[in-house]
């Protein structure tokens, strides 16, 4: 299967900074979404994102495909923000199963 | 239904025993997933469904395990003979189809069920 290595593993910020949550993966990927797990364990979807970039809100997302790393950015950060972000990826031509990284666990503190 | 639907949310099971976890994906979601969450750590996939076939079942972790799936609805994990190590968040997530999971149709997590074997 697809290694993906999240990091850091744990980030703490001071509300209202910016923050840049990494994601690299061994193979080539054809499906990447990044998932927010609040402190209630519910998991959110929050991109779709196999190359290029997206944003949403305070949230953007690059994934650049040919070096085989995702980056999620969190701009301005809120104590909503808290929680463990996970990327996962499916293989190409396997697209069924999707591998996890092992998470970053952000604490956002008033 | 608005969303992924699990029960039990939390079961506490004695060692040796079997237990059934459910899942009841959202309306029309022909894709079905399973994932076990250890404390802690990331996502380790279990099975799939695209509809009732489970054409991948190699994330399941021993023979204890099984699960099925009737009518393209709901899905039961089955865990015989329950060890220690199964106590787990068990997750169940459904996406439109296959197909669709991998263009642009994000995974709907349930919460989950919080398995713990005493």
């Known amino acids: 299967g697809i290694q993906v290595e999240q990091s850091p593993p744990d980030l703490i910020l001071q509300e209202g900074a910016n923050s840049t949550l990494r994601c690299n993966f061994s193979d080539s990927v054809n499906n990447l979404q990044w998932f927010h797990q609040n402190p209630w364990g519910q998991l959110i979807n929050l991109f779709y994102i196999p190359s290029g970039t997206k944003q949403n809100g305070r949230l953007s997302a690059t994934t650049v495909a040919t070096e085989r790393y995702s980056l999620l950015y969190i701009s301005s950060s809120q104590t909503t923000d808290s929680g463990v972000y996970f990327c996962?990826?499916?293989?190409?031509?396997?697209?069924?199963?999707?591998?996890f990284g092992s998470g970053t666990k952000l604490n956002v503190k008033p | 239904g608005a969303g992924v639907s699990q029960s039990p949310s939390n079961k506490v099971t004695e060692k040796g025993k079997d237990v059934e976890l459910r899942c009841d994906p959202i309306s029309g979601h022909t894709a079905l997933y399973w994932y076990r969450q250890r404390l802690g750590q990331g996502l380790e996939f279990l099975i799939y469904f695209q509809g009732n076939s489970a054409p991948d079942k190699s994330g399941l972790p021993s023979d204890r395990f099984s699960a099925e799936r009737t009518g393209e609805s709901v899905s039961t994990l089955t865990i015989q003979r329950t060890q220690q190590e199964d106590s787990a968040v068990y997750l169940c997530?459904?996406?439109?189809?296959?197909?669709?999971?991998?263009?642009?149709?994000?995974?709907?997590f349930g919460n989950g069920t919080r398995l713990t074997v005493t």
């Open positions: 997530a459904s996406s439109l189809n296959l197909q669709a999971a991998s263009y642009n149709s994000p995974l709907h």
């Open positions: 996962a990826a499916t293989r190409e031509y396997n697209f069924n199963k999707f591998y």
